[in-house]
């Protein structure tokens, strides 16, 4: 034992200090000083071959992508990258951190079009084209145009390509930008992009493109794949003896980016680039909410990101104060509130768009969003919808007046998402308030409709609509024409913003700001009662606690004991002779215990019970349960089995029914050795309750993710939560234990002897 301590921490010691306590490395500022360093090159390129000649002393390794390259460089695995000087000049330009030596380039080399042998009446087109370019400007115009300093839009003129003819197909490797890279909206553009049109327009051909590693483009030429290579492909002797080349059209260079001085390399990636702006989010990690707009737009705009998705708006804040991801999307309206609570975050920039949102209906339901649509024109007319939009979104009031109204007309129910955050919904005082809140009040009042709030994730709103589980959503749901397919909207009641959040400390503009707020980091223990203050005694929000803590343990007790007889069931049909009854037990084994809990949850709520209206506290119970049952099935089994079937032989012969000689002589033998393997079942399931959220059930999980949209504290309500859920394992895995002494002969005997 002794050794195997000393073991661990001799190996904690080296993992420290190979990473903490790495050897500060020498900045690069001239090719001398990269002798042995160690060099990233792209596979198939000049800057390979030079940089093998060059640095033969050096640490040479290959990537089939810069941007690959790019991102060893930033985790420290390299101290330098050769690449051609455009590459050099937009990797420079989106990561602050990385320069290239510009007074020192590895070779002078010219880009030109390159394409097959024997085409020499092609090859003269083309060297006409060329020449033609770059007597009219058009060439030098290009350069200035895609090759700038600054991260300002690119000026692509609007070129009319022909569309009749036979298509040239143009080879290229669109992942070096400027010179070939893919758009926002998918088509290839850059230097060489724009050149590709220019001869479509002057030897009248159309174009096709097809985007391919640089590697592949020769032998896709060599075989007749493509017709044409324009990807900033430089005319070697070695490139020579294969395919034939134009006269050069870009004067390129093979350069060295390094490090800038002073900047130390990382221990990990983690970006250490400042964002000056949302183009700095191309590489990066970012956070959405699962299934929002801002999840659809992040993915479009920035494919080279990381997206990731979180399931409520409290987990994208704990995402971003944590380091999990760089920056965020969330609504600016909310975003407000949130920066003036926690003056660690920031806005990086202004805005990105804008969307109207609405309230979503059933597709099938158009009278209730008719009368919606009415009752809006209505508010809007007599003056109290902007005094709605003054008094929670101009101001950030958190009173929430009093709507009055009759209630004898039925219920309304309405889906929403408790921990949106100011001004549309939080919970104060253990109730709903917010601007969407009072919204859905003064319609239910208008109805004469009892107003039920359905607090649920935001990515189950849309699916309990269509299944009718919700009458409407009232979650600033943004207008989409995928969402438009599945429910119907309502006319627009507000447009929201959408802009992008980050640590103040890693975005370029705050740092300059003088009156930027401090943060003073407190002690230990003041930090403690600040937290215990903040999260569980204002609002009185110890009642969300408790309502969520009583939920879990309604949840896991019924469950249980649900669980626990349909296994026995289970269990009897599994070892019943009849193939009519063991064929469905393990038809229903193998499917419940092949099946994720949660889409069994999703299953059940909104597809089995879709067109009754059934407590979701009872849907659990039944959906847990029957997963529960699946694996007490085969326990039950394994402990009958255990037993020796020579003691229900020797029962039956001392005159014992089968029944008595199970209940009396297997059963008890059977608890004691399924306990142990029964009581890990159990704890699994306490612990799977917290998922329960997807269903509008407001559980211990739940509870910390409504206290935590309120309070943006990162941790506490998480180790609070954790430790509640702790403790209800803790006393029923007691009950339990309770249960395998009393069934133990040896403690009976133990405590007869006492007596």
């Not at 390259?69 to 000049?89: D, H, N, R």
């Not at 975050?345 to 949102?357: D, E, R």
Request: hydrophobic share 45%; glycine share 6%; with cysteine.
């Amino acid at each position: 034992m002794k050794r195997a301590l000393l073991t661990i921490m001799a190996l904690l010691l080296f993992l420290a200090c190979s990473n903490g306590c790495r050897k500060q490395e020498k900045p690069i500022t001239t090719l001398d000083d990269a002798k042995t360093a160690r060099i990233g090159v792209m596979i198939g390129t000049t800057g390979e071959q030079i940089t093998k000649e060059r640095f033969p002393r050096a640490q040479v390794k290959s990537f089939d992508d810069v941007m690959d390259a790019v991102a060893a460089m930033k985790s420290g695995q390299l101290e330098a990258i050769v690449t051609a000087y455009p590459t050099a000049l937009q990797v420079a330009k989106l990561n602050r951190e990385f320069t290239f030596l510009k007074q020192e380039p590895l070779s002078n080399e010219d880009s030109s079009i390159a394409l097959r042998k024997g085409e020499e009446q092609l090859l003269a087109d083309l060297n006409r084209v060329i020449a033609g370019l770059q007597a009219d400007g058009t060439l030098a115009a290009m350069k200035k145009r895609w090759f700038k300093e600054d991260l300002s839009p690119y000026q692509e003129p609007d070129l009319t390509l022909p569309s009749a003819g036979k298509p040239l197909k143009i080879g290229v490797c669109a992942t070096r930008e400027p010179l070939s890279f893919v758009d926002k909206s998918g088509r290839i553009s850059g230097h060489d992009g724009e050149l590709a049109r220019w001869v479509s327009i002057r030897l009248n051909r159309p174009i096709e493109f097809l985007n391919m590693k640089f590697m592949a483009l020769i032998p896709a030429l060599q075989s007749g794949k493509i017709d044409l290579i324009i990807s900033g492909m430089t005319a070697t002797a070695e490139r020579k003896k294969t395919v034939n080349f134009t006269q050069p059209y870009f004067a390129n260079a093979q350069v060295m980016l390094v490090r800038k001085p002073g900047v130390t390399p990382p221990a990990s990636q983690s970006g250490a680039t400042k964002l000056s702006s949302a183009d700095d989010l191309k590489d990066k990690r970012i956070g959405v909410l699962l299934g929002s707009v801002h999840d659809t737009y992040a993915t479009k705009q920035y494919p080279r990101a990381t997206v990731l998705q979180y399931k409520s708006p409290s987990d994208l804040v704990l995402a971003v104060k944590s380091g999990k991801v760089d920056a965020a999307f969330y609504t600016h309206e909310t975003l407000l509130e949130v920066l003036r609570q926690d003056p660690e975050l920031a806005l990086l920039g202004k805005p990105l768009f804008s969307v109207p949102i609405a309230v979503g209906f059933n597709k099938d339901n158009n009278s209730l969003k008719n009368q919606f649509n009415t009752f809006l024109h209505q508010l809007k007319a007599n003056g109290q919808f902007n005094d709605m939009v003054t008094r929670w979104i101009l101001q950030g009031s958190t009173r929430m007046p009093k709507v009055d109204g009759a209630k004898n007309n039925g219920r309304l129910v309405i889906g929403i998402v408790s921990d949106k955050g100011m001004p549309f919904t939080i919970i104060k005082d253990n109730r709903m308030i917010g601007f969407d809140v009072e919204l859905a009040e003064r319609f239910a009042a208008w109805l004469g409709k009892e107003p039920v709030f359905a607090d649920m994730e935001f990515g189950s709103l849309i699916a309990a609509a269509s299944t009718n589980k919700i009458d409407a959503i009232f979650s600033t749901l943004m207008i989409t024409d995928e969402r438009k397919k599945q429910v119907a909207f309502s006319d627009p009641y507000y447009e929201l913003g959408a802009s992008v959040f980050a640590l103040k400390k890693n975005i370029a503009e705050s740092a300059i700001k003088s009156d930027s707020p401090k943060v003073v980091t407190p002690s230990f223990f003041s930090d403690l009662v600040t937290s215990f203050q903040s999260n569980i005694i204002h609002e009185r929000r110890y009642l969300l606690i408790l309502d969520g803590l009583k939920t879990t343990v309604v949840i896991s007790v019924f469950a249980t004991l649900f669980g626990t007889l349909l296994g026995a069931l289970i269990c009897f049909m599994r070892m019943a002779k009849s193939r009519l009854l063991s064929a469905p037990a393990r038809l229903y084994i193998a499917i419940l215990r092949g099946t994720p809990v949660l889409v069994l949850l999703m299953l059940i709520f909104y597809v089995v019970f879709a067109s009754i209206n059934i407590n979701p506290v009872i849907v659990a119970v039944i959906a847990f349960g029957m997963n529960f049952g699946a694996y007490t099935a085969e326990i039950f089994r394994t402990g009958i089995e255990g037993v020796e079937k020579g003691q229900t032989e020797a029962g039956i012969s001392l005159g014992f029914t089968r029944t008595s000689t199970f209940l009396h002589i297997v059963l008890p033998q059977m608890v004691r050795r399924i306990l142990p393997v029964y009581k890990g079942e159990f704890i699994s399931l306490v612990k799977m309750t917290s998922i329960v959220g997807y269903i509008a059930v407001q559980d211990l999980t739940k509870a910390s993710d409504i206290i935590r949209s309120r309070t943006f504290d990162a941790f506490f309500p998480l180790v609070m939560v954790a430790i509640l859920y702790f403790l209800i394992s803790w006393t029923l895995m007691q009950s339990l234990e309770y249960l395998e002494r009393i069934t133990d002969p040896k403690y009976k005997k133990r405590k007869a002897g006492r007596a």
